[in-house]
């Protein structure tokens, strides 16, 4: 499975895992499928480990991504949503992935390259 997702409701946490080839489509049809199960909850926090990312996403997908993020984070109630990529992504395109993910509203969407900042950060336990 190109992305495979799993609903912890008792941490209140979707985490969504993409492989190296997984699409946009894949990706969004993951989240929806999750966002479609019992355990799913409004105030549900998620994070995306996108770490074995074989390509950058361009530019256009990127954005894609950051819509799609941020209309299902207003439709269903997230608070806050972290994605993990991978150390070796370029600085440059860590740069703009940032901005495409970087929350205009407050703090509810964050990029990261370590796992465990990431999940600090989006239980609420980091800054």
Not at 3 to 29: G, I, M
Not at 58 to 68: W, Y
């Amino acid at each position: 499975m190109a992305v495979s997702w799993k609903v912890d409701r008792a941490a209140n946490l979707l985490v969504l895992t993409s492989d190296e080839d997984a699409t946009f489509d894949e990706w969004t049809a993951a989240f929806n499928a999750a966002a479609s199960q019992p355990d799913w909850h409004t105030g549900m926090r998620t994070l995306h480990d996108d770490r074995r990312m074989a390509r950058v996403p361009s530019q256009a997908e990127a954005q894609s991504r950051g819509l799609f993020i941020l209309r299902r984070a207003k439709a269903v109630g997230i608070r806050r949503w972290a994605i993990v990529v991978p150390e070796t992504v370029d600085k440059r395109d860590a740069h703009w992935l940032a901005t495409v993910f970087a929350d205009r509203d407050g703090v509810w969407c964050r990029m990261f390259t370590d796992l465990a900042e990431a999940e600090a950060w989006v239980q609420g336990n980091a800054a």
